[in-house]
């Protein structure tokens, strides 16, 4: 994004510098924490706005990412411009991050090889899933008993026992 001379003497204006190394925006703040700056007829986040002053054009597939982790620094320093993936998986603290760090299911089993599976996009430990499978399996077939043979789970009647 072009800027003039007006618009970067208006956005330094609203920059405090005074923060432990962060440079932190001291005007419109949104509900997620993000600066926005008006420059050009166009809103954008102030530090996307800022990033591209130093540094040139970012690409519509790149994010500029917080490496200070401060959503309303501005300090350029503190910026670089990263794929999606990368700013919200890799260096992201949400949710889907946290998720995609993980290495084991909540049962101690590992997410690797045969024993993962990808259902709707994430990630399903199989160990785990066949044993639902087979939990639902007896609640819905409560006249018969498991029984193991040569290795193999079958189910027989419990007539037999």
């Known amino acids: 994004m072009a800027s003039s001379q007006e618009d970067q003497m208006r956005f ?4 405090d510098k005074q923060f432990l190394g962060c440079w932190l925006w ?8 993000y600066a926005s700056f008006r420059a050009q007829g166009k809103t954008s986040t102030a530090h996307r706005f800022i ?21 309303h620094c501005v300090n ?11 700013n919200v998986v890799v260096r992201g603290q949400g949710l889907s991050a946290e998720n995609s760090r993980k290495t084991h299911c909540k049962n101690g089993h590992e997410f690797t090889g045969k024993n993962l599976s990808v259902v709707n996009g994430g990630r399903r430990c199989v160990t785990c899933l066949n044993k639902k499978q087979r939990e ?14 040569r290795g193999h789970v079958s ?7």
């Open 12 to 15: 330094w204006s609203k920059v």
């Open 26 to 33: 001291s005007s419109t703040v949104g509900k997620k924490g």
């Open 51 to 71: 990033y591209q002053v130093f540094n040139g054009p970012v690409g519509k597939d790149s994010h500029v990412d917080h490496l200070c982790r401060v959503r």
């Open 76 to 86: 350029p320093s503190h910026l670089e411009a990263v794929s999606l993936h990368e």
């Open 136 to 149: 639902k399996w007896r609640d819905n077939n409560p006249g018969l008993k498991t029984r193991i043979l």
């Open 155 to 161: 189910e027989v009647s419990s007539e037999v026992y």
